[in-house]
Structures are given as C-alpha cells and as structure tokens.
C-alpha cells in the first residue's frame, strides 16, 4: 500500500462527502502529522506536502547536520559523514531534508491511518450537518419519504441528510409512501451519541407561518405582521394579524382574491379550517373576532381570573363553540382569555331546535327523533326514556347520552 492508493481513496471518499479542498487538506496534514509525532516524537520537524488535484502526498523529514560522534537524536540529528553521502555539499549546522514514504510504516500504521482519516471525515461531516441545520431551526425544507415506520418517518433532503419526522410532529390525515415529497419545518436540532438528529414538525405554529410568509408577499416583506397563531393540526387555525399601513388589508392580503392564496396552505394542511383576524388591543373586539363566525351580543370580561363570560343568540351558540369545541378552544389561545358561553339571559323560557346539536349528536340520530315529531330540545326532555326507545330503533344508552346533551343546555 502506498502513498498514491491511500491518497485516491481519500479523495473518492472527499468527493462524496463533498468537503471543500482547504478542508481536506487539513485533515490530512492532521491525521499525518499525529503519526509522525508517534514514530519520531513530538521535537522533529517535518513538511506534509498535499496535492489535491493530483491525488499525492509528501512527507519530509528535517534534521539538522552535526559532527561525528556528538549525535545524541537520530530523529532530529544526523552526523556530518553521513550527510555527505547524500549531498556532499553539506555544512555542519544545516537541516538535512529526507523524504518519508508510507512503505516504510508497518501495516498496523497504515491501516491506522485510514481508520484515522475516516473517523475525521465522520466526525466533519457530523459537526457540518448539525451546523447546517442548527441554523436551519424555523425554516421550511423539501424532503423526500425514505422509510416509513410506526412512530416516525425517515426524510431524505437533497444532500441525503437524514430527517426525521415523528408521527406526533404529523397532521393526522398525514399518510405517506416512499419516494413521497414532504414539507415540514426544521423544528429542532440535537446531538446524541455524537450524531446530528434533526426533527421536522408539520404540526408547530411555525410551519403555519412560513407557510403564509411564502404565500404571502405582504407578511414576507414586514408590511402585515403575524401576532400569534394557535392550531389544533388538521382541524382548525385561528391567525390574528396586523398591518401598520392604512392601506393594507391584512386579512384580506392573507386570504388573497378568492381565497387564492390561502387555498395553498389549507391543501398543505390537509385541509384545515384557518381562520384570519384581524388584531386589536382592545379585549372585547378581539374576543368577539376570535370566536367568528359566532356573533355576540355583549362580553363581560374579569381581568384578575383571566375569564371572559360571552352571551350570544341560542342559534349562534353551536357555531362559537365549534365543532369538538375547537372554535371556542382556539379563540381562548388566541386571546389568553378562559371563554364562557352563555345564551342571552331569556334562555330559560326558550327551546332550541334538535339541528343546533349536529356538533355532539349524530344527525341520523336527529332524524330519528324528528321522525316521531321531537323536533326540539324541550319536546325530547319532555318524554321518558323508556318512550323514547320504544317509539325510535334507538338504543337505550343512545337515547340516555342524547338526553344528557340536551340537559346540559338547559343548566
């Protein structure tokens, strides 16, 4: 094995790993100079000539010229007859330069060597990656679907960079194949057991916000201003927004002309209902916002606990609350506030129709109860369980969890 093979095979593994020549170089001389310190100790000189382009090395080693009978090192002194033999023009004083070839090392050297170089090489290329992505932490990348596994899934970039991205860190309509494109946002960066591990995430709030600042020019370039976003993945969004020009319209610069720019990011999301809302300062404004497409009659807000009692219409009720009560669920995060509905204060004396409940009864069980004329609240709290089972094809525990619904709305 000689100079020439074990620089070339260096240089295969440079080009694949793509390290830039100032680099290499210096691993090189590194892994080179730490052997020779080994065989000729750490007081001799030498100089570890590296040519990239062409695939070689030298090694020359320096010693200075003394007479004979007072060398005391052969690694860093050579007497003056033997120095002669070389070049007779020779002084005493001077260095003596020898180059030094890789044949003259032992096997176990050599094979030390390229253990040495490819452990550098690893260990660059690690630290390169977690550099790279550590600055990355906040953005969007592309990636293509490698392997898919139960609790995660492993993400190529275009480098071959290894992403993962973890089934809690995915909408969950997610479904993805091998070879499959994926968008995600670097969410954070960690080293364990000295290898880079970079996590995306399609459920962060980031995600959702680089996603408009790609979509929308205006948020790009600082003229509308995104205060916070709240999310429940897949479901719903609730983005508050803000613009210091008089002659924007932030929400509608979101939205874009028929929903077209917002169109973009709900298929991204699979989906997900975003609401944009306009930003304010004043509380009750932007409780009333957040809770669109509700309307409410009056808020009365208890800043010392935090709490927000909202009345509205009984018509407009299901609406705040939303569907798996995300509606009124994201409106609190939006706001910082604990929201507490409450239907005007002539609830009492009022029923409500059975399709207001379509949120937390299933509507063929609607059908049902409006086929024997239940066509409200109050007609179906107004008979007895066993009536209603033997009057529908309900079961009994069905009709017991309905009329549990409809109580409540009365309490």
Request: charged share 35%.
């Given at each position: ?19 830039d020549?100032?680099?290499?170089m ?28 062409k ?13 004979d ?11 003056f ?13 001077e ?9 003259d090392?032992?096997r ?17 290329e690690?630290?390169?990656v ?21 609790k995660?899934i492993?993400?190529l ?18 479904y ?11 969410s ?19 995600f ?22 709240v999310?429940v993945?897949g ?6 927004v ?15 002309m028929?929903?077209?720019r ?5 298929r ?7 609401d944009v ?7 009750s ?12 009659t ?7 606990s935090?709490?927000?009692?909202v ?12 569907k ?13 506030y ?25 509507q ?6 409006k ?7 109050k007609s179906?709290?107004d008979?007895?369980v ?8 309900l079961?009994?525990?069905?009709i ?12």
């Amino acid at each position: 094995m000689d100079t020439i093979n074990l620089v070339e095979t260096f240089s295969e593994f440079k080009e694949f790993k793509s390290i830039d020549r100032e680099t290499m170089m210096r691993i090189l001389e590194d892994v080179f100079h730490n052997l020779l310190i080994k065989r000729f100790g750490e007081e001799a000189k030498f100089d570890i000539i590296v040519n990239i382009d062409k695939g070689d090395l030298e090694i020359w080693h320096y010693r200075e010229i003394v007479e004979d009978g007072e060398l005391e090192d052969e690694n860093l002194q050579i007497e003056f007859s033997e120095a002669i033999k070389v070049e007779p023009d020779f002084e005493v004083g001077e260095d003596f330069s020898e180059q030094v070839w890789l044949k003259d090392f032992g096997r176990r050297e050599i094979l030390a060597i390229r253990q040495n170089l490819v452990s550098k090489i690893l260990e660059y290329e690690k630290d390169n990656v977690y550099k790279k992505y550590k600055e990355k932490v906040g953005d969007i990348v592309t990636g293509e679907v490698y392997q898919v596994w139960k609790k995660e899934i492993l993400v190529l970039d275009d480098e071959g960079i290894e992403l993962i991205l973890p089934k809690s860190e995915q909408i969950p309509s997610d479904y993805y194949r091998k070879g499959d494109n994926v968008r995600a946002v670097v969410s954070k960066v960690d080293m364990r057991n000295n290898s880079p591990v970079i996590i995306l995430s399609r459920t962060s709030p980031v995600f959702l916000e680089r996603l408009f600042e790609a979509e929308v020019p205006e948020v790009y370039d600082g003229l509308i201003t995104i205060k916070k976003i709240v999310r429940v993945p897949g479901e719903r969004a609730k983005i508050a927004v803000e613009s210091y020009d008089d002659r924007i319209d932030p929400v509608g610069a979101c939205v874009g002309m028929k929903g077209s720019r917002i169109h973009g990011i709900v298929r991204e999301l699979k989906n997900e209902n975003i609401d944009v809302i306009n930003f304010t300062n004043n509380e009750s404004l932007y409780i009333q916002r957040a809770l669109s497409p509700a309307k409410i009659t009056s808020i009365k807000i208890d800043d010392e606990s935090g709490r927000a009692e909202v009345y509205m219409k009984p018509d407009q009720v299901s609406l705040a609350i939303g569907k798996g009560g995300f509606n009124i669920k994201l409106a609190g995060q939006l706001t910082g506030y604990e929201i507490d509905v409450y239907r005007d204060s002539d609830i009492e004396t009022e029923d409500v129709d059975l399709q207001e409940f379509t949120d937390e009864i299933d509507q063929w069980i609607i059908d049902e109860l409006k086929n024997i004329g239940c066509d409200t609240a109050k007609s179906v709290l107004d008979l007895e369980v066993k009536d209603l089972v033997s009057r529908t094809d309900l079961e009994e525990e069905t009709i017991q969890e309905v009329v549990r619904i409809l109580r409540s709305e009365f309490e």
